[in-house]
């Protein structure tokens, strides 16, 4: 059984910084990668980031490129998205997923409960 918990969302205003954190709990060693998703209002739920346990490649939706950056702590089975240059299209509910890698991306099987990421 696999569980993920979510923290760090909040209020910020346009040009601004959030850390989003992601703990997760895998003792059977289910997965092998985590990611980000996120779902606007009225829109399907997209993938933001991946970040893979087996190598160190990450891959970012290009809408988030060169602001946004996925990494992880082992030590604490944590992942984080520093998000950066936040714009008010970023605004979502962020989701964090566990999953198994399939070719070139991190298929989810498990997901966080969401936290809210809004810009103004």
């Known amino acids: 059984h696999v569980q993920l918990v979510e923290s760090g969302g909040g209020s910020v205003q346009a040009g601004g910084s959030l850390r989003l954190s992601c703990a997760i709990s895998d003792r059977l060693g289910i997965t092998n990668c985590m990611a980000w998703y996120r779902q606007a209002p009225g829109k399907e739920r997209e993938a933001v980031a991946d970040?893979?346990?087996?190598?160190?490649?990450?891959t970012y939706a290009d809408s988030v490129k060169g602001r946004f950056t996925i990494s992880r702590d082992d030590a604490q089975n944590t992942v984080f998205l520093q998000m950066n240059s936040l714009k008010p299209e970023d605004t979502a509910i962020y989701y964090c997923?566990?999953?198994?890698?399939?070719?070139?991306?991190?298929?989810?099987?498990?997901w966080g409960q969401g936290t809210q990421v809004t810009v103004s």
């Open positions: 997923a566990a999953g198994v890698e399939g070719g070139d991306i991190c298929g989810p099987l498990y």
């Open positions: 970040i893979y346990t087996r190598d160190p490649r990450t």
